[in-house]
């Protein structure tokens, strides 16, 4: 591997290493101190990495052999004893047995066309799962298009995958299947959720002009009565608001979770290497209203997620759907009585909303010994 790169979603390459039995070992004190203490022991006996090998040109090298690899683990060498080389990539004769929804070019092939595969053959299961309770409507179409690509380019035959939105009931669970038809079909019938925690856009628009019960522009807005005055004064808190939002978005972030969790369960039992890919907007960890304390409703749902997948062996990765974002003004917001000063807070907020989210998938995916992107 001298003149070579690891790059993810290239190839798989299965490497089994050998490493030693760990046992829990305790100290004469501790041994008398906990004489009635219940005793484990852990065994480790076979890790398996997936690895994308390209050269420096990002050519796949499949002709590659255990003694080509070096592991280790805490700067300590791992014995590398099996390496099995794995394409991922669909090839184009597959574009027989794809038919994609509403494309009138895409003829459906045949049943007989369709490879059975057994379950012995199944080299991954995969379970896509959309998160419609935290996609803003403007991320929608891209995220559909991304996903029939996909399927299209970056299945192989003996995949076993499954389309899933956390914002259905029995509507929203699709079985799990290696006929990419299916896959397709289910992609198309995905729909916007109004009850998202997230609107229309990704931000929420500024709008100098929300009113409140009292009539007229919000308090602090230029043309707002003084408190006090009784003329259009405002009888509901901002804050109140604040913490309605709040309560709205960690109640939809632990249905997502909640969802996530019983996907895990079901693929607990299958074939392959599990994997779950979620496709979202993020989560936030941490209190909006009070950012130095966790959020316990979603860190409950979080520590059950991490805990399901660890004990089912499923990795889950991460995709934030909104794609780049600046965090600038939008053609929606209304900043027309708004002073600079009051904007260039706004565009701040938004950066920091973004970036909590996505620390809330990236840790999901890390605990699980995936990534997100």
């Known amino acids: ?42 065994g480790v006996d076979i890790v ?18 255990a003694a080509d690899f070096e592991v280790r683990q805490d700067g300590k060498l791992q014995t590398v004893t099996y390496a099995q080389f794995m394409p991922v990539s669909s090839a184009p004769a597959a574009e027989a047995v794809v038919a994609v929804s509403g494309s009138p070019a895409a003829a459906p092939a ?23 309770l935290g996609l803003s409507f403007e991320s929608f179409h891209g995220m559909q298009r991304a996903l029939h690509d996909f399927i299209d380019h970056s299945l192989a035959p003996t995949d076993l995958v499954a389309v899933v939105r956390t914002g259905g009931a029995g509507g929203g669970l699709q079985p799990f299947t290696t006929d990419r038809r299916v896959l397709h079909a289910a992609i198309d019938e995905l729909r916007w959720n109004g009850r998202s925690r997230n609107g229309v856009e990704p931000f929420t628009a500024v709008n100098s002009w929300t009113t409140f019960s009292g009539g007229g522009p919000a308090p602090g807005s230029p043309g707002a009565a003084a408190p006090g005055s009784g003329a259009g004064e405002a009888t509901i808190d901002p804050a109140d608001f604040r913490a309605v939002d709040q309560l709205r978005s960690s ?60 004990r089912a062996g499923v990795v889950i990765y ?25 904007i260039r807070d706004f565009s701040a907020d938004r950066t920091t909303f973004r970036r909590d989210t996505q620390e809330g998938m990236a840790y999901l995916a890390e605990q699980t010994g995936g990534f997100a992107v």
Request: proline residues 5%.
């Open 110 to 132: 045949p049943a007989s066309a369709i490879p059975v595969v057994q379950p012995e053959e199944i080299q991954r299961t995969l379970a896509i799962v959309v998160d419609d």
């Open 1 to 42: 591997m001298t003149r070579t790169s690891l790059r993810a979603l290239t190839l798989l390459t299965c490497l089994l290493l050998a490493t030693p039995v760990i046992r829990g070992g305790q100290s004469p004190a501790d041994s008398q101190a906990t004489e009635h203490t219940p005793k484990f022991r852990v």
């Open 48 to 65: 398996r990495i997936d690895a994308g090998v390209t050269d420096r040109d990002g050519r796949t090298v499949p002709n590659l052999t």
């Open 251 to 310: 109640m939809s972030a632990a249905g997502t979770l909640g969802a996530l969790n019983l996907v895990i369960r079901g693929t607990r039992e299958l074939p392959g290497r599990k994997a779950v890919i979620l496709v979202t907007e993020g989560f936030q960890m941490l209190d909006r209203l009070d950012a130095a304390l966790p959020e316990s409703r979603t860190r409950t749902a979080l520590d059950r997620v991490t805990e399901q997948a660890t």
């Open 318 to 342: 991460t995709l934030d759907a909104r794609g780049l974002q600046t965090g600038g003004l939008l053609a929606s917001d209304n900043i027309k009585n708004r002073a600079g000063e009051g």
